[in-house]
């Protein structure tokens, strides 16, 4: 059951980023053959079928060990898959996807980490509130991708990488004015989730290559709660997990749907949102009212909140912001943004697939 969970997993992000992909289970020959093209429809529905068929066979919430999957990782994912289903198959299911956080929710299991940076550190494992991580160790899951990636490359500048627990910055990614600005006060925002380095840095990108260009941004760090780097001592591979589904997610999942006309309650939707803004403000400054709880401030919010957590592209794409409405600096290459067109919602199939299998047809557009 874990196995198909990760099977489904990996369908759903070939879903989100390509829709028509080729497509293949245990019923499929054994040896070399060319896999037929699925379509949105079909591998949602496969998807869908597959998570719900597993529920039972899985562990329940919390009784599996760290890292693996259980029923409160199945729910996440499904909830994530309705949330999107009228992306998906031009069909909503926010009701659908309001019913599974609940459950995440309702287990009882998890809880909001109190201090947010702790969720983003070498020791996060530590956290009642990740649900599902992908889980790193700097001594035995040595690679150059994944949380290597995310806390050396946001390091450059004046930032010191004995700071976030690595040997040396790769001074590449940084953040936009536009994402900076969705914090009242920006830089200076009472929002404890704002985690701009801003030292030596300008707010504005004019030169995509150099570091300085754009705020800096300082989530990711391989240092425990106490300040201790992880355990690779050449600082090179952190230990620091990567919180692919968390509770805070669910919450925001449940509001969104409620404003989408996805049912539940509307004082439990505000409620969750003022959770998760009392945790970044300390106290009750930031809290919101019912009237305060829009598809515009929900769209912010998801930023704030799961910033560098892979969730914006799928986030702009449902939201209608993504190619055609919004603009942001450097969207479309342009250093003041552009409109796209909308057929970028979805990633061309790559030409390395089209050219080993002739039963491929590239995506609309490319």
């Given at each position: 059951a874990e196995a198909r969970?990760?099977?489904?997993?990996?369908?759903?992000?070939?879903?989100?980023?390509?829709?028509?992909?080729?497509?293949?289970?245990?019923?499929?020959?054994?040896?070399?053959?060319?896999?037929?093209?699925?379509?949105?429809?079909?591998?949602?529905?496969?998807?869908?079928?597959?998570?719900?068929?597993?529920?039972?066979?899985?562990?329940?919430?919390?009784?599996?060990?760290?890292?693996?999957?259980?029923?409160?990782a199945a729910w996440m994912l499904l909830a994530k898959l309705y949330l999107n289903a009228d992306v998906y198959t031009e069909t909503p299911r926010y009701a659908d996807a309001r019913i599974q956080v609940e459950k995440v929710i309702s287990?009882?299991?998890?809880?909001?980490?109190?201090?947010?940076?702790?969720?983003?550190?070498?020791?996060?494992?530590?956290?009642?509130?990740?649900?599902?991580?992908?889980?790193?160790?700097?001594?035995?899951?040595?690679?150059?991708?994944?949380m290597t990636f995310l806390v050396h490359a946001p390091v450059g500048?004046?930032?010191?990488?004995?700071?976030?627990?690595?040997?040396?910055?790769?001074?590449?990614?940084?953040?936009?004015?536009?994402?900076?600005?969705?914090?009242?006060?920006?830089?200076?925002?009472?929002?404890?989730?704002?985690?701009?380095?801003?030292?030596?840095?300008?707010?504005?990108?004019?030169?995509?290559?150099?570091?300085?260009?754009?705020?800096?941004?300082?989530?990711?760090?391989?240092v425990d709660r106490e300040g201790t780097a992880g355990s690779d001592p050449s600082g090179e591979f952190p230990d620091t997990d990567f919180p692919l589904f968390r509770l805070?997610?669910?919450?925001?999942?449940?509001?969104?749907?409620?404003?989408?006309?996805?049912?539940?309650?509307?004082?439990?939707?505000?409620?969750?949102?003022?959770?998760?803004?009392?945790?970044?403000?300390?106290?009750?400054?930031?809290?919101?009212?019912a009237s305060d709880l829009t598809l515009d401030f929900m769209i912010d919010e998801r930023a704030r909140e799961l910033y560098w957590e892979c969730h914006r592209r799928t986030d702009l794409v449902r939201f209608g912001k993504f190619t055609t409405n919004a603009i942001w600096p450097w969207k479309g290459n342009v250093p003041g943004g552009t409109t796209t067109d909308s057929f970028r919602n979805v990633f061309p199939i790559p030409t390395s697939d089209l050219s080993a299998n002739p039963n491929l047809i590239q995506n609309p557009g490319y």
């Open positions: 969970f990760m099977r489904a997993l990996s369908y759903f992000h070939a879903l989100d980023f390509y829709r028509n992909v080729p497509f293949t289970t245990e019923l499929s020959p054994i040896g070399a053959f060319l896999p037929e093209q699925t379509n949105a429809q079909d591998l949602f529905k496969y998807i869908e079928d597959e998570l719900v068929e597993i529920d039972s066979e899985l562990l329940a919430p919390g009784q599996n060990e760290y890292g693996r999957a259980d029923q409160a287990s009882g299991v998890y809880s909001l980490e109190p201090n947010y940076e702790y969720l983003f550190l070498a020791d996060n494992d530590l956290s009642n509130e990740i649900i599902f991580p992908i889980t790193f160790d700097g001594l035995n899951t040595q690679a150059y991708g994944g500048g004046s930032m010191s990488p004995a700071d976030f627990g690595v040997s040396g910055g790769w001074a590449g990614v940084r953040t936009t004015s536009a994402f900076v600005e969705k914090f009242p006060g920006m830089e200076n925002s009472a929002d404890g989730r704002e985690l701009f380095y801003t030292d030596g840095q300008t707010l504005e990108i004019e030169n995509v290559s150099t570091f300085t260009d754009g705020f800096a941004i300082a989530k990711y760090k391989n805070a997610e669910a919450y925001l999942i449940y509001a969104e749907a409620n404003v989408r006309g996805g049912g539940g309650d509307a004082g439990t939707a505000v409620g969750y949102i003022n959770a998760l803004r009392e945790r970044a403000y300390g106290d009750e400054s930031g809290n919101i009212s």
